[in-house]
C-alpha cells in the first residue's frame, strides 16, 4: 500500500478482492490500480461464470423441456445426452453474420444488447456465493440488486424501439408495462426476509441462517409459516420479472415472432439469452441466499478452518440456486402462458396485496417476539 | 352494423381467496404431473441409430429375390416412371446376370412393378431412408447375384459341350452326306448345294 492513502480496507471501494490483491501485487501500488485490477478480475470471473451458467442452463432447459414432454431433448452432440449442443449453438451464435436492419434506430439497436448483459452482469457483484465469496459486500445488497436488475427493462425497450418493428415495440412495452408493476410486489416480497434478518445485505442474511448445524433457513425458522407463502410470492414476482413463463408475454413467440428481439442475431442475440439465464439464476441466487440458507448445509460448520470449507459453500450456494433454476424451467413447462390482462391482475390485484399482507404479519410477528422473548 | 364490444368478463364464482386458492392447487397440481412425466421413458426413438419397425405393407425400397428372377422384364415394362434397368446374358437356361438397378430419384413407391413378376421375386421392402451427398448413390443396385455357382458352370460347360457336340455332329452328319451325294455321282450336280 502507499504511504499516501489508506489501505484498501478502509478505503470506501475496497472488498475482500481488492484486499486479497493487495496482498499479492507489489507494494506501492496506488488504490486506483488495485481497485481496477479488482475489477478487471472479478468481471472476469463473473462474465466466465455467466457463460459457462447460460450454456449449461440452455442444455438444462432443454432435457427439462424434452423430458416433461416425453422424448430426449438434445442427444447427439457430444458423447453424453449431447453435453456439447449449448457449446455448438454458442459457436454458431458467434459466427452467424451480425445484421443491423437498415431502418433500424442503429445506436439504440447495438447499444440495447449491451445495456441489458452489463445489468445482469452488475448485479451479480452483490451475490454472496460463500461467507467471503462476495465481489463487493454491499450493505444495500438486495435493494442494488433489484434496482440494477430493473434497469435491463430499459435495455429491452431500446431493444424494441431500436428494431423498429412493430412485434418488437410490442414485445418492449409489454416488458415495461409487466416490470413496472411486478417491482412492487419482488421488492415488498424481500421486505419479509430482510425484515427477519434485519438487513438488506445478502452475505449477513446468509451468515444469520448458518445456525442449528447450518439448517437455521429462513424457511425453516420460528417465521416459517410467513416464509413459505412469501417465498412464493417472490418467485411468481421473479417469474414475471426475468419474463420466464407463464410471464413470457415479451418475448411470445407464437404472437410476436419472438418480441423485443425478433430483429437480433449472432452475438447480440446471445447477449439477451445469456442475459435471461443470468437473470434466471440471479433470481434464484437471491431467493437462496434469503429463503434457503444461502451457502449453508449441514455438517459445513464442522468443515470450518479447513481449505474445503470455501469451495463446498459455494458449490452449495450454486447447487441450490441452480435448483431454483430447474423449478422456473419446471414451471415454464408446466403453466400455459398468461393473458396480458391476467398478468396485470395477478400483479396489482394479487401479489400486491397479499405481499402488503405478508408485510403486515412478519412485522407483527417480529414484533411479538420482541415483546415475548425480549429479544 | 355491429359495434365493437368489450368482451364480458367470464363469470366467476369464486371469491378471491378462493382464485388464489384455486391459482395455487392447480399450478400444484400442474407441476405433479409434468414432475411424473420427467422421469417417465422418453416415448421417442433415436432415430437414425435406431428404427421403429414398419408395417408390412409398408412401400420401402425394393428388395429382389435375383435367384429367381428370369430376366423377363416384365417389372421394367410396368414401371410408369422406366427406372427399373436391368442386364443379363443368357447360358441356355442359365442366366449371367450383368446389373439389375433401379433409379430411386425417379421411383415414386407405386408397387406397379411387383405385381406383374411371374415369379413374384421383386418386393417392396422395409428400408425408407436414402440419405447421401451425391445423386448418383439414388441408382441402387440391388443385384444380390453371387456369380455362377460352380454348378451352372458345370451345367454351363455342359450345355455348351452338349451343343458343340450337336454341332459337330450336324457338321459330320453334313460332310457324310456330301461324301454320300458326291459318291452317287454327277446325276444331280445341283443337289450339292443344300
Ligand atoms: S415402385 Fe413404381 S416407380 Fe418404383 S420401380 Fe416399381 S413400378 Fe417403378
Ligand atoms: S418381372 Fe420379376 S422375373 Fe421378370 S425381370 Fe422383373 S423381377 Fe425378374
Known amino acids: 500500500m502507499s504511504a499516501a492513502l489508506p489501505p484498501a480496507a478502509?478505503?470506501?471501494?475496497?472488498?475482500?478482492?481488492?484486499?486479497?490483491?493487495?496482498?499479492?501485487?507489489?507494494?506501492?501500488?496506488?488504490?486506483?490500480?488495485?481497485?481496477?485490477?479488482?475489477?478487471?478480475?472479478?468481471f472476469a470471473i463473473i462474465f466466465a461464470f455467466i457463460a459457462v451458467l447460460a450454456m449449461f442452463a440452455t442444455w438444462l432447459e432443454r432435457k427439462v423441456a424434452g423430458h416433461i414432454q416425453v422424448r430426449y431433448g438434445p442427444m447427439r452432440t457430444g458423447a453424453w445426452h449431447g453435453w456439447a449442443q449449448a457449446l455448438a449453438d454458442g459457436v454458431k451464435l458467434l459466427i452467424k453474420e451480425d445484421l443491423v436492419l437498415t431502418s433500424a434506430d442503429k445506436p439504440l439497436f447495438k447499444l440495447a444488447p449491451m445495456v441489458v448483459l452489463s445489468t445482469a452482469l452488475a448485479a451479480f457483484v452483490a451475490l454472496p456465493f460463500g461467507p467471503n465469496a462476495i465481489v463487493a459486500d454491499l450493505d444495500l445488497g438486495i435493494y442494488f440488486i433489484i434496482a440494477i436488475s430493473s434497469i435491463t427493462t430499459f435495455g429491452v425497450?431500446?431493444?424494441?424501439?431500436?428494431?423498429?418493428?412493430?412485434?418488437?415495440?410490442?414485445?418492449?412495452?409489454?416488458?415495461?408495462?409487466?416490470?413496472?408493476?411486478?417491482?412492487?410486489?419482488?421488492?415488498?416480497?424481500?421486505?419479509?426476509?430482510?425484515?427477519?434478518?434485519?438487513?438488506?445485505?445478502?452475505?449477513?442474511?446468509?451468515?444469520?441462517?448458518?445456525?442449528?448445524?447450518g439448517m437455521h433457513w429462513y424457511v425453516f425458522s420460528d417465521a416459517f409459516w410467513i416464509a413459505i407463502p412469501s417465498f412464493a410470492l417472490f418467485f411468481t414476482a421473479a417469474l414475471a420479472e426475468t419474463k420466464r413463463a407463464p410471464f413470457d408475454l415479451p418475448e411470445s413467440e407464437s404472437e410476436l415472432v419472438?418480441?423485443?428481439?425478433?430483429?437480433?442475431?449472432?452475438?447480440?442475440?446471445?447477449?439477451?439469452?445469456?442475459?435471461?439465464?443470468?437473470?434466471?439464476?440471479?433470481?434464484?441466487?437471491?431467493?437462496?441466499?434469503?429463503?434457503?440458507?444461502?451457502?449453508?448445509?449441514?455438517?459445513?460448520?464442522?468443515?470450518?478452518?479447513?481449505?474445503?470449507?470455501?469451495?463446498?459453500?459455494?458449490?452449495?450456494?450454486?447447487?441450490?440456486?441452480?435448483?431454483?433454476?430447474?423449478?422456473?424451467?419446471?414451471?415454464?413447462?408446466?403453466?400455459?402462458?398468461?393473458?396480458?390482462?391476467?398478468?396485470?391482475?395477478?400483479?396489482?390485484?394479487?401479489l400486491t396485496p397479499l405481499c402488503l399482507l405478508m408485510i403486515l404479519l412478519a412485522a407483527s410477528w417480529e414484533w411479538v417476539k420482541a415483546i415475548a422473548f425480549g429479544a | 352494423?355491429?359495434?365493437?364490444?368489450?368482451?364480458?368478463?367470464?363469470?366467476?364464482?369464486?371469491?378471491?381467496?378462493?382464485?388464489?386458492?384455486?391459482?395455487?392447487?392447480?399450478?400444484?397440481?400442474?407441476m405433479g404431473i409434468t414432475f411424473r412425466y420427467l422421469w417417465t421413458k422418453p416415448f421417442t426413438t433415436?432415430?437414425?441409430?435406431?428404427?421403429?419397425?414398419?408395417?408390412?405393407?409398408?412401400?420401402?425400397?425394393?428388395?429382389?429375390?435375383?435367384?429367381?428372377?428370369?430376366?423377363?422384364?416384365?417389372?421394367?415394362?410396368?414401371?410408369?416412371?422406366?427406372?427399373?434397368?436391368?442386364?443379363?446374358?443368357?447360358?441356355?437356361?442359365?442366366?449371367?446376370?450383368?446389373?439389375?438397378?433401379?433409379?430411386?430419384?425417379?421411383?415414386?413407391?407405386?408397387?406397379?412393378c411387383v405385381y406383374p413378376c411371374p415369379k413374384d421375386c421383386i418386393h417392396m421392402g422395409e428400408q425408407y431412408s436414402l440419405v447421401t451427398e451425391d445423386k448418383s448413390d439414388f441408382l441402387l443396385e440391388l443385384t444380390s447375384w453371387q456369380g455362377l455357382t460352380e454348378e451352372q458352370k458345370l451345367r454351363i460347360a455342359e450345355a455348351e459341350a452338349a451343343?458343340?457336340?450337336?454341332?459337330?455332329?450336324?457338321?459330320?452328319?453334313?460332310?457324310?452326306?456330301?461324301?454320300?451325294?458326291?459318291?452317287?455321282?454327277?446325276?444331280?450336280?445341283?443337289?450339292?448345294?443344300?
Request: with cysteine; charged share 15%.
Open chain 1, 258 to 350: 419472438a418480441g423485443f428481439h425478433t430483429e437480433y442475431s449472432g452475438i447480440r442475440f446471445a447477449f439477451f439469452f445469456m442475459e435471461e439465464y443470468a437473470a434466471m439464476y440471479l433470481m434464484s441466487a437471491v431467493g437462496t441466499a434469503l429463503w434457503f440458507g444461502a451457502w449453508n448445509f449441514p455438517g459445513l460448520s464442522l468443515l470450518e478452518g479447513t481449505v474445503l470449507h470455501a469451495p463446498l459453500a459455494v458449490a452449495a450456494f450454486v447447487t441450490k440456486s441452480l435448483l431454483l433454476v430447474f423449478v422456473m424451467m419446471w414451471v415454464r413447462w408446466t403453466v400455459p402462458r398468461i393473458r396480458i390482462d391476467q398478468v396485470m391482475a395477478l400483479g396489482y390485484k394479487y
Open chain 1, 157 to 213: 425497450i431500446m431493444a424494441g424501439w431500436g428494431s423498429n418493428n412493430k412485434w418488437s415495440l410490442y414485445g418492449a412495452m409489454r416488458e415495461a408495462a409487466q416490470v413496472a408493476s411486478y417491482e412492487i410486489p419482488l421488492g415488498l416480497s424481500l421486505m419479509m426476509p430482510v425484515m427477519y434478518f434485519g438487513s438488506l445485505s445478502l452475505n449477513h442474511a446468509g451468515a444469520m441462517q448458518s445456525g442449528w448445524y
Open chain 2, 1 to 30: 352494423m355491429a359495434t365493437l364490444q368489450e368482451p364480458a368478463a367470464p363469470a366467476s364464482d369464486r371469491s378471491y381467496w378462493g382464485n388464489v386458492w384455486h391459482a395455487v392447487k392447480s399450478t400444484a397440481v400442474g
Open chain 2, 46 to 112: 433415436q432415430y437414425p441409430d435406431e428404427r421403429l419397425p414398419v408395417d408390412g405393407r409398408y412401400r420401402g425400397i425394393h428388395y429382389l429375390e435375383q435367384d429367381l428372377c428370369i430376366y423377363c422384364q416384365a417389372c421394367a415394362k410396368a414401371c410408369p416412371v422406366d427406372c427399373i434397368d436391368m442386364g443379363a446374358q443368357r447360358h441356355g437356361k442359365e442366366l449371367e446376370w450383368e446389373f439389375f438397378s433401379i433409379d430411386y430419384q425417379k421411383c415414386m413407391f407405386c408397387e406397379l
Open chain 2, 163 to 194: 451343343k458343340a457336340a450337336k454341332k459337330a455332329a450336324a457338321a459330320k452328319a453334313k460332310a457324310a452326306k456330301e461324301a454320300a451325294e458326291a459318291a452317287a455321282e454327277p446325276a444331280e450336280p445341283e443337289e450339292g448345294k443344300e
Open chain 1, 10 to 42: 478502509a478505503a470506501p471501494q475496497g472488498n475482500g478482492l481488492t484486499e486479497l490483491l493487495g496482498g499479492l501485487l507489489p507494494d506501492g501500488l496506488p488504490f486506483w490500480a488495485l481497485a481496477l485490477t479488482g475489477a478487471v478480475v472479478s
